[in-house]
């Protein structure tokens, strides 16, 4: 009992600080319009940036992947798990980076949080610890996770910060050098100024690495995400995707050299030791390329860019603060926790549904509201936000 009780004392002391979390339970697909726990919502809070979740076409090419190669691969892809479905999908989407990558090949992940640790502990393994990983400060989770997994030296830089960045590569005697950073920072919206952290990766021989869990899809003339959006190349890059975001589906990829490809399939542990995912969601997920990289794909981004704009310039913020963002992540600082949970809450009796995300997610004293856009809303939608959240300010 001693050891349920020390966990009893943990829960409770994460409850009298506002930090106890909880879920709800969705009972419909992810869309704008869903039931929760049996009640009717508006949500603002998935990452379908296009609305592809519950896309009809996407669902008709996951029950014709089911007919075709069945329900689960049956082993990891080294073994017998990797089979047609995947390959098509590696292609497709090594063809649709190669604008940005020359020589791109693409692997597929079951998530992005294993893409994530396969990528840094894989290339990390190179030099073993002579490596050094400049990560920036507000990286996600996974990417924390993937220095540790990968026992390098881990430099921290502060968010944004190019001329750190500079300091600690130009003092840096690392045989293998990585800088790592989200391209949309997931809890802020924000962009990392990636054309200059680029030059700084050719000038120092440092790979970078650049998660675009929130860009892929949703930014980019042709949904190339922060790739295209900043109109970067090069052979230093190597480019993480999630496809459970605006992609509709689930899953990840990498997409980079061949060479870096061949590598991470030798030695990257969180691809090498796991069942491969179902061929199911590959084969739905090339019915979410054809639409991502087709005109329905640009008439979303197009939709959501408005709605991103309706929203940016109809909110009227005196004490809490809207980030600047360009982006579907459009977070409104609150400060306190106590307070951020009240806003939810209050949104939610209204049938609102936007998450309060609070520390160690974001740094402590700015619990915030986390509003994400999708294509899937109505400007009608983005509205009825707006009067909610700017009289709930004003109260
Ligand atoms: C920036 C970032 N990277 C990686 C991930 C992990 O991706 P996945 O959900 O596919 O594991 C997420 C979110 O989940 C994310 O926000």
Known sequence: MILLEQLETQLDALSAKSLRRRRRTAETACAPRVTVDGNPMLAFCSNDYLGLAAHPKIIAALQQGASLYGVGSGASHLISGHSRAHAMLEERLADFMSPHIASAR???????????LAVLSGLAAVSGRETEIFSESLNHASLIDGAKLSRAQVQVYPHGDVMALQALLA????????????????MDGDLAPLPAILALCEKYNAWLVVDDAHGFAAMGEHGRGVLEHFNLSSPNLVYMGTLGKAAGVGGA??????????????????????????????HALLASLDIIGGEEGHARRAHLNDLITQLR????????????????????????????????????????????IRPPT??????????????????????????????LESD
């Not at 693409?106 to 994530?116: D, K």
């Not at 003092?171 to 997931?186: G, H, P, Q």
């Not at 997409?255 to 969601?281: C, E, F, M, N």
Request: net charge neutral; with cysteine.
């Open 106 to 116: 693409a692997l597929y992940f079951c998530t992005g949080y294993m893409a994530n």
């Open 313 to 356: 310039s109809d909110l009227r913020l005196k004490r809490w603060k809207l980030m600047p963002s360009i982006t579907a992540i459009e977070p409104i600082i609150i400060g306190d926790n106590a307070e951020a949970l009240r806003a939810a809450a209050s949104l939610y009796e209204q049938g609102l549904w936007v998450p309060a």
């Open 171 to 186: 003092a840096s005697s690392a045989a293998t050098k990585i800088v790592v950073t989200d391209s949309v920072f997931s």
């Open 362 to 391: 974001v740094p402590d004293g700015t619990a915030r509201l986390r509003i994400t856009l999708s294509a899937a809303h109505t400007q009608d939608d983005v509205a009825c936000l707006l009067d909610a959240v700017n009289a």
């Open 253 to 282: 990829f990498v997409a980079a050299h061949a060479t870096v490809i061949d590598w991470l399939v030798q030695k990257a542990r969180p691809y090498i030791y796991t069942t491969a995912a179902p061929p199911a969601l590959a």
